[in-house]
């Protein structure tokens, strides 16, 4: 069939029809286990009904007004969201790329505050950051940069989870660090468990904002609701998107202190960020992972995941690592594999690779045991085949 889709997107040869769980079925009525979760969007899995339900009651009423006006359902999810961070306020949009966006804005104003016209930010190599000009800019992958040129300015590079870099930056310009908690498109890289402590340190020393992107590490999929929360420190910033929606479109730029005062009326905006419909999802989300304690459910699953993969996989000389922070899995193999992603398919199973020699598992954080137990098979026999 001829497509007119503009071909951004290397596709695999399905289409599904419908979900319900950690499971989907294509239009043949064929069901595939899904360890990438829409790559961390379903973290409640496909047509939750908790979900489906709220978008489903919100559409009957009101989906959509402007922020023109007051949209109460903002107002009672900013409350959610800043009282389970303890940040302060709430943007909404409508992807991570435009939240990371606004965390971009927002640092940028900082410096104009503090009398800094040309703004620096420190961000990560190997990060990733979305798919707009400023946050192509921002992240750390050469080649997805590559044709864009010339990059928006602004940002200096530094290497992941080397917070003696950072320290080593000495330039007046620098306002901000921006870093992802565990980077994902990056590979799955776990840093340090000091790490952000040590970066807290610096940004509070030198006057800069720490800036977390938990836009793919957030709502519970890293053990707790936000993966900041696990290291006992706070940022002044921190981006939300793909599991607050649980599939209906929403991201959110939160903020704390001086970085809650700076994007005023007219500075920022978005058309249809925090809409009814939006809200009335997240929250139904919010209310999900906190009733159901889904981040204790990521921890406890993620632990026995790759306790049962090293079981199955770790003796292979082939095998480089398996980490994991909660339900972001990583088995980094010692050669490309992204080949694997359509031989898991055939299989029924679907997988992800990332940095091209990278197994990348996002399951639903409501993946049952016999589930987890089937994708542990499952992938461990296509892994062995491929590297015998």
Known sequence: MTSHVMPTYARLPVSFARGA???????EGKAYLDAVAGV??????????AVAAAVADQAGKL??????????????LADELTSASGLDNAFFCNSGAEANEAAIKLARRYGHSRGISEALIVVMQGSFHGRTLATLSATGNPKVQEGFEPLVSGFVRVPYDDADAVAALNNSNIVAVLVEPVQGEGGIRVPADDYLAKLRTLCDQRGWLLMLDEIQTGIGRTGSLFAFQQSGIKPDVLTLAKALGNGVPIG???????AAELLTAGRHGSTFGGNPLACRAALAVLQTVREQNLAERAASLGATLVEN???????????????NKGLMIGIELDRPCGELVGLALDQRLLINVTAERTIR?????????????LLVRKLSELVLAYLA
Not at 21 to 27: H, M, Q, S, T
């Open 21 to 27: 769980g950690a499971w989907l079925w294509d239009e």
């Open 40 to 49: 961390a969007v379903c973290g409640l899995g496909h047509a939750h009904p």
């Open 63 to 76: 989906m959509h007004t402007s922020n023109l006006y007051r949209v109460d359902l903002q107002e009672k």
């Open 252 to 258: 959110a730029c939160l903020a704390r202190g001086a």
């Open 309 to 323: 993969f090293r079981a199955s996989l770790g003796n292979n000389p082939h095998l480089v690592a398996i980490r």
């Open 361 to 373: 598992l996002l399951p639903p954080l409501i993946l049952s045991d016999e589930d987890a137990d």
